[in-house]
């Protein structure tokens, strides 16, 4: 077995708010150290963002039109194509206050969006059978334009939050590529988009969704992610892999932190989900990436590593959950 070549860390909580990486450094200051977003910390951190390699990287791999990759579709290629891209700038709290990001989320809004205010419209790779379909699509997208900075004051955004939250409601996540029956992937991105849009706006069809998701998955065997699938398929290893980014595919984790995020962490269901992690938990305090896509342009952080990204992440649903967290 392959040892780590990273030395045990010794303070968790000073190596996640190390400048080395100013993503989870902010990430860390509001969501772990509950530092106002106006703070000057928090202010010079997500600054520091917009200056990060990684950002800077995505950025200079965008054409002067505001794409990414092929111009047909801003799906592809897989992984690199704009929706991609943008997306992974989302994770690395990025915004459209920049104008090459804002050119490119414009990209997706005006080639992307279908007639139904849906995620994707035509694709080579990708194609919906009918406007619910492959909801892992629409939450990706939609998740990334509103972390970017696109709110429901924006009409297009309003529309793919309601055409989402009614699709959770009534469809129940069905995708084609599960026989039509409900997809946790799917369902986890779409809970996602749901709860990025600010708590004092998840009203009507946006609240009745994410309790309708949230109940939906905290009433499944989390233990065992024995979500429904084809018969006689397999429960996917990937919901017991510490991924990041997770694209189209989704883990426990990720589903905790939208859970969480959705205020269910409390709830005696959740605590497999709590139970997983505390599983996972490295002696030193942090967690490793277990799995990440060979695909992407510019890699975030090292497989078989420990990780800034999972590391502020698990140690967000666990202080959620009321496990205790190491003060600053």
């Known amino acids: 077995m392959k040892k780590d070549i990273v030395s045990p860390v010794k303070d968790p909580l000073a190596w996640l708010l190390s400048p080395e990486n100013p993503s989870v450094r902010y990430y860390t200051l509001v969501k772990l150290l509950d530092c106002p977003v106006e703070s000057p910390e928090v202010q010079k951190a997500r600054q520091a963002i917009m200056e990060s390699q990684l950002v800077q990287a995505i950025l200079a791999l965008q054409d002067a039109d505001g794409w990414w990759g092929e111009h047909d579709s801003a799906l592809n290629p897989m992984y690199r194509g704009t929706i991609w891209q943008l997306g992974y700038l989302a994770e690395l709290g990025a915004d459209i206050s920049n104008t090459a990001i804002r050119r490119g989320a414009e990209v997706v809004w005006r080639n992307a969006q279908g007639e139904h205010l849906n995620f994707p419209n035509v694709s080579k790779i990708y194609h919906k059978f009918y406007p619910e379909d492959m909801p ?43 026989v039509k029956l ?66 189209y595919q989704s883990d426990l984790l990720e ?10 962490a409390r709830d005696p269901r959740f605590k497999p989900l709590v139970d997983f992690l505390l599983s996972k938990r490295r002696a030193d305090g942090t967690w ?41």
């Not at 589903?255 to 269910?264: H, Q, R, S, T, W």
């Not at 510019?298 to 078989?304: D, M």
């Open 136 to 178: 892992c699509m629409d939450g990706m997208a939609l998740w990334a334009l509103i972390r970017l900075g696109y709110g429901l004051d924006d009409t297009r955004a309003a529309k793919a939050v309601s055409f989402i939250s009614k699709a959770l409601i009534d469809s129940e996540m069905q995708c084609t590529f599960n």
């Open 182 to 247: 409900p997809c946790a992937w799917g369902g986890v991105k779409e809970l996602r988009a749901l709860v990025a849009v600010p708590k004092d706006q998840r009203k009507g069809d946006i609240q009745s969704a994410i309790e309708k998701s949230a109940n939906f998955f905290l009433d499944c065997n989390l233990a065992q992610a024995d979500f429904p699938r084809k018969p006689k398929a397999n429960v996917s290893q990937h919901w017991f892999k510490l991924g990041f980014p997770r694209n």
């Open 255 to 264: 589903m905790a932190v939208a859970l969480a995020d959705a205020g269910y």
């Open 288 to 328: 490793k990436l277990e799995e990440t896509l060979p695909k992407m342009a510019v890699p975030f952080e090292q497989k078989g590593q420990p990780s800034r990204w999972i590391t502020w992440q698990a140690w967000y649903v666990l202080k959620s959950a009321g496990v205790d967290f190491p003060e600053k």
